[in-house]
C-alpha cells in the first residue's frame, strides 16, 4: 500500500488542492459536467414541478417527461479500464498508463470525499479483474494500489473492448456513473455493446492519447513495435513520403474513432499525456456542462411562444 498512499498524498497536494483553488470549493460545476447529476428519467405527472421538465427527453418521445435529480443521494461510480499493451505509450517520464491511473485516483479521491461510492473493472486482453464498489479512503487506497499493480505486458491478445464494455453490462445492476478509459485502439464490434451501456447508465467515455501517436520525427532509422502483438519494424523516418502516410493513417484511425463514439451516442472527452490533469479535468467538466446545457434550451419553446 505504500507506493499507492504516496500516490495520493502527491496527488492530494499536486492536482486536488489546486482543483479546490480552481473550483473555489464549489465543486457543482465538476460533478455535473462529469455527470453526477445522475437521474430517473420518468413521465410527467400532475404533482410534479415543471421546473424538471427534460426537454429533449420530452421533444423525443412526444410527451412530457421529469428529470428526478439524486444529488442528495449516494451516486455509485464505476471506472471501466483498459490497460491492454498500448496504454504504455508514452514519453519515458509521463505514459497513457500514467494518466489513467492519476485520473482514476483523483475522481475516486473526490467522488467518496462527497460521500459517493466507487469501484473498477480492470482488462488488459482479458478482464483481469473487479474493485466492489466502496465509499471510504481506504477504498481509494485499495483502487490505486490495484492500478499500481497491474502489470505491463510486451504482448497480449488483440484488444477487444467489448469484453469489458460487456462485462460491465454484467456486473452493474444499479444505474450507475460510468467512467471508460482506454486509448480505443480496438478490435472493432465494441460500438453496439457501448451503445447498451450509455442507454442504462450515465457514461463518459475518457480518451487517452499522446502526441507521438499522431506524427513520427525525423530522426533516421527507428525500430517501431506494435505494442499489441510485439511485431517490429525498422522504418526510415528521413522518408517523408512514409512521415506523411503515418500522419494520413493516424488522421484516418481518429475520424473513424470520433465516428463509433458518435454513432454510440457517447460523449467523450480526451486526456493528452501532455495535459496539466487538474486544469484539463476543470475545462472538460465545464464544456461538457455547457453543451448538456445547450440542446436543453434549444428544445424549450420560447415564453408565450405557439407548441
Partial sequence: MRNAEKLLQRLDWTVIRRLDGLLQGDYRTLFHGFGLDLAEIREYELTDDVRYIDWNVTARMNAPY?????????????????????????????????????????????????????????????????????????????????????????????????????????LIKRRSLIFILSDFLSAPGWERSLAILARRHELLAVRLHDPGEMELPDVGLVRIQDAETGEQLLVDTHDRAFRRRFVESALRRETQLKAALSRSGVDAVELSTRDDLAREIVRQARLRKQRKALPAAFAKPAAGGQP
Fill in 66 to 170: 421529469v428529470r428526478q435529480y439524486m444529488e442528495d443521494r449516494e451516486v455509485t461510480a464505476w471506472f471501466l479500464l483498459d490497460f491492454s499493451p498500448s496504454v504504455d505509450f508514452g514519453a519515458a517520464e509521463r505514459t497513457k498508463r500514467d494518466v489513467l491511473i492519476e485520473f482514476v485516483a483523483v475522481l475516486s479521491r473526490l467522488l467518496t470525499r462527497h460521500g459517493n461510492r466507487v469501484g473498477a473493472i480492470f482488462y488488459s486482453g482479458e478482464i483481469d479483474g473487479v474493485v466492489p464498489a466502496g465509499n471510504s479512503r481506504h477504498q481509494v487506497l485499495s483502487m490505486t494500489k490495484a492500478m499500481l499493480d497491474q502489470p505491463k505486458r510486451a504482448t497480449s491478445p488483440p484488444t477487444d473492448l467489448s469484453k469489458l464494455l460487456t462485462e460491465g453490462l454484467r
